[in-house]
């Protein structure tokens, strides 16, 4: 069993940064990819970013490239997501989740069913 407790969202102004974190526990942390994502009022759960095991591979949604950075560290079993330059459609409660599979760790995909484990959520909201 693994646990996922994210933390570091809030509400902050347009053009603004949050940093989110996820702390894991409960399995090997680099053994699983992890990921990102987010659910805004009214609309579907959807993929904002994923990174491999290692940290070398990090994949993003068209929508936060060049804005989001995810990183790792696999010491404190802890992923984060950077995100600058906010906006009012960023707002959503972000979703870290957990991948394990041997297949796809290395190069994780962007698919809810992918990712057996996931956090409760924290909520980010963006003002005009």
């Known amino acids: 069993q693994v646990q996922l407790v994210e933390s570091g969202g809030g509400l902050v102004q347009a053009g603004g940064s949050l940093r989110l974190s996820c702390a894991a526990s409960?399995?090997?942390?680099?053994?699983?990819?992890m990921g990102w994502f987010r659910r805004a009022p009214g609309r579907e759960r959807e993929f904002v970013s994923a990174i491999s095991w290692s940290g070398g591979s990090t994949y993003y949604a068209d929508s936060v490239k060049g804005r989001f950075t995810i990183s790792r560290d696999n010491v404190k079993n802890t992923v984060y997501l950077q995100m600058n330059s906010l906006k009012p459609e960023d707002t959503a409660v972000y979703y870290c989740?957990?991948?394990?599979?041997?297949?796809?760790?290395?190069?994780?995909?962007?698919?809810?069913?992918?990712?057996?484990?996931w956090g409760q959520g924290t909520q980010v909201t963006v003002s005009s």
């Open positions: 989740a957990a991948d394990f599979d041997p297949a796809r760790i290395a190069t994780p995909g962007a698919l809810i069913y992918e990712y057996r484990y």
């Open positions: 409960g399995r090997t942390f680099s053994s699983f990819a």
